[in-house]
């Protein structure tokens, strides 16, 4: 169950050329929510009035849980406008939320001004093609309290399995369930800030195209994130704690054109935005070489980050090729033991421990290969229509990121005993189905190929792609039922209608967040859906 309860007070005074309006208010909003399960299978008895929880034989489960998380925030606007040429904005909030402990509060203003400067005198004769030229200039603050509801509480949780112990002592006496510490609490951590300026510029031009121009920097403070503790602390899940700072810089260009045809029974438009931003990490902690890493997927880590790089990176080794030959390979560089042979990867000497190569690759050799953040991202749409037809769609292309294709591991190298893929047998050196093992784009197959799985340039892909998200097409039945409707449309609208990519995997446009962003371990892909609908109103 949640509830917000919002309260605003408002004031308005206009007065010559000077407009004033100012708000207040506050916001309080709660979600609690409780929940019981249970579950048997395996009856002796078919009966329904037999199947009740105690006489099921397997599947036994028993759950239950209770989560409450509550915000309370103040905060107040203030606007003036002076000849609808000049405005100035000036926002503050006061946040107060129930997952932090002793810093619970966050103050976090924001200012911003614009001019709009067709108005101006000095403008006047470019009103015929200049319809409306507008600058504007802002800052502001918002913060962050995404990190689980109880991070500032050290947790305990009763499991016969973990935590049990002897009645009477003994390995065969009866057992009672004990408690264990299941995570570890802060109570220091308070909110996460990130601050935004941007320079933008709004244009009408011709009265039929817009122009939206946006450069922006944004620097995130107190990053809330689970550091790695050491081993012997146990298994208890970690605490978000405040670390560091990231800086985003960027750009975003919207370009629009509208128009009609045909004495106005046809008309149409496009719209396109571009966009481009670098993300750097400025500060992990006081010792610029410390580094953190993302989360492990069967014992290896595809992602990590550092001072000076982007949050996050791909990390590992560099896969320079295949071994032709058996002499090719006892001319490399010696590693992992006698693993060079003909058809296995050659690996690139990079470092050794003096920070030069040493022509034995190992740990050292490991380096940031490739970035899941795209060079640029950019959007279509195109609107059509003539009488009561229209015909709108919306396009999406994410270009230059890079892809982690994790599905890779465990179809295509033997450590998972099923499931192989077709390429792993036509296209590994070595097959009878490759006319040329020059051509080969995966290693030899063989029993024991646990080198071949450490991260690497061989697991990353491109994960460019464009797709189209929506497709719409509505007629206008009032047209034909002389207005008895006040609306009445009928409609054919699917998604996700093709996909252009080269990414093998199953979709390129995966959900991967923060330290683990652009790994595909395998989720669902993003689904087709076709609708067909009626919209009226009387």
Known sequence: MNWTWTNTLEYGLVTGDHDIKLIAGTEAYDNTSTSISAGRSQYTFKDINYMTLNTGLRGISNSDGNSAYSLFSVFGRANYTYADKYMVEAVVRRDGSSRFGTEKYGIFPAFSVGWRMTEEAFLASTKQWLNELKIRAGWGAVGNDQMGNYNSYTQYAYSEGSASYGMTGGNNSFSSVGFYQSTFGNTDVKWESTT????????????????????????????????????????????????????????????????????????????????????????????????????????????????????????????????????????????????????????????????????????????????????????????????????????????GNEIVNYVSRFIDYTQFESGKSKRRLYESWGSPYLANNADATMPIIYSNDTPHQEPSTAFLEDGSFLRMKTLRVGYDLNRILNNKFSSLQVYFQGSNLFTLTNYPGLDPEISGAGINMGIDSGAWPTRRQFLFGISFGL
């Open 196 to 399: 935004t300026t941007n320079l933008g510029i709004d244009a009408n031009l011709f009265n039929h195209w817009t122009l939206v121009f946006d450069v922006w920097q944004r620097k995130t403070s107190d990053m809330l994130y689970q550091k790695q503790l050491p081993l012997v602390l146990g298994t208890a899940t970690r605490p978000s704690i405040n670390i560091g700072e990231m800086k985003n810089t960027g750009f975003d260009l919207e370009l629009g054109y509208s128009n009609t045809a045909l004495n106005g029974d046809f008309y149409y438009s496009a719209d396109l935005v571009f966009s481009h931003y670098k993300n750097e990490l400025t500060k992990l902690t006081d010792v610029s070489s410390d580094f953190y890493q993302g989360s492990g997927y069967r014992e290896k880590y595809y992602t990590r980050t550092q001072t000076g790089h982007a949050f996050p990176e791909f990390y590992g080794y560099i896969v320079e090729g295949i071994f032709q030959s058996d002499e090719e390979a006892a001319a490399w560089a010696p590693a992992f033991g006698t693993y060079n042979k003909a058809g296995h990867f050659k690996y690139k000497d990079v470092s050794g421990p003096d920070g030069v190569p040493d022509n034995v690759p190992n740990s050292y050799d490991r380096t940031y290969i490739g970035s899941p953040h795209p060079d640029f991202t950019a959007g279509l749409s195109l609107n059509f229509g003539y009488k009561g037809l229209s015909v709108m769609t919306t396009l999406y292309a994410s270009v």
